[in-house]
């Protein structure tokens, strides 16, 4: 004898720590901006115009998210841009 199986789907709420985090890059007084895209194209491989735009996006906003993905890898890519100089920090993500 099998026990009754309600068919409807139970959803899980997702906990923050399924979301993805974030590394940002802030603005600083300090790095020159041809310095900061060369990091973002160094490190992460983006290509100039990609490393450009969230150089310009820290510049004019102030911050830039520039990874983003399981707190792990976040908190190795802020230490890496920590290394490089950069004002960097990890946040839980909003998504």
């Known amino acids: 004898m099998t026990p009754d199986v ?3 789907l139970v959803v899980i ?13 802030w603005n600083d ?3 020159l901006m041809d310095y900061v895209t060369h990091v973002f ?3 992460f ?14 510049h004019h906003d102030g911050k830039a998210a520039v990874a983003t993905g ?4 976040v908190e ?8 490089f100089g950069l004002w960097a920090t990890s946040d839980p993500g909003t998504e």
């Open 6 to 8: 309600d068919e409807e």
């Open 13 to 25: 709420p997702r906990s923050s720590l399924d979301k993805p985090w974030r590394t940002i890059v």
């Open 29 to 31: 007084p300090v790095n």
């Open 41 to 43: 194209q160094s490190y």
């Open 45 to 58: 491989g983006y290509p100039h115009a990609r490393a450009h735009e969230l150089m310009l996006q820290v």
């Open 70 to 73: 399981p707190r792990e890898d």
């Open 76 to 83: 190795r890519h802020t230490e890496a841009m920590q290394e």
